[in-house]
């Protein structure tokens, strides 16, 4: 991906994030979709010494494309959407999953809780030619007042600091419309999710399916979750 073929407007924003990271664009194929994702090239200038194995907390969730991300951009593609069906990803962080499914003709919008992060996606979106996207600066302690309602909600690796589950739980209340539904994944090993779906269940209806994916360093279990709100 040649950065000089970026709009105007999305070359500017590159250019300020390249001036504070060494960043790269990686090519990323979903399905039949091809992604251009820029990404940090050195963790380091933003872990600044922090050990994530000590304090998994302190992690900068964002800055990765996890595995758990690949799978769920891979299930939202498979949803049967109707037309004008709207997704909201939840700590998109880079913001593979909503731009796939943006790809395939869902308008949809991107969040996380910092305007760096927005940043990294509205790159991401211009050079993988996606026009019809939108981006929410969200704080789930303090969302908007205007948050919007939207018919999928989706999120991956989000559950780390149990602090959040709760705000996670009123912003899904308030941004999901009626008959609408959350769909998230995470790694078989991140032990926040089970605490965090016993707080869910009773609000919704909880199934739970395993994906696993193969590569040559280590084969990953992915648990996707599915919450239909209870009637």
């Known amino acids: 991906m040649d950065p000089q073929t970026l709009p105007p407007d999305a070359r500017v924003v590159y250019e300020k994030i390249k001036a504070q990271y060494q960043v790269h664009f990686e090519p990323l194929t979903v399905q039949e979709h091809r992604l251009n994702i820029l990404r940090m090239s050195d963790l380091e200038q933003i872990l600044d010494g922090k050990n994530p194995l000590k304090d998994v907390a302190a992690f900068p969730f964002w800055v990765k494309i996890w595995e758990a991300s ?57 050079a993988s030619a996606i026009d019809d996207v939108s981006f929410i600066l969200l704080d789930w302690k303090n969302p908007p007042e205007d948050l919007p309602k939207f018919d999928v909600l989706a999120g991956a ?25 959350v769909y998230l994944a995470h790694d078989v090993r991140r032990q926040s999710l089970h605490p965090f779906l016993q707080m869910a269940e009773k609000d919704y209806v909880i199934s739970v399916v395993k994906k696993r994916l193969k590569s040559l360093e280590e084969d990953k279990t992915i648990l996707l979750t599915r919450l239909q709100p209870r009637s």
């Open 157 to 181: 690796e989000i559950l780390f600091r149990e602090e959040f589950f709760q705000p996670l739980l009123q912003v899904m209340r308030r941004a999901l419309k009626p008959g609408g539904v």
């Open 70 to 126: 690949l799978v769920l951009a891979d299930l939202l593609l498979g949803l049967p959407h109707k037309e004008q069906t709207t997704l909201l990803e939840l700590g998109a962080g880079l913001g593979v999953p909503g731009l796939a499914a943006a790809k395939a003709g869902v308008k949809a919008s991107l969040s996380d809780y910092e305007e760096h992060i927005l940043d990294f996606q509205r790159v991401n979106a211009a």
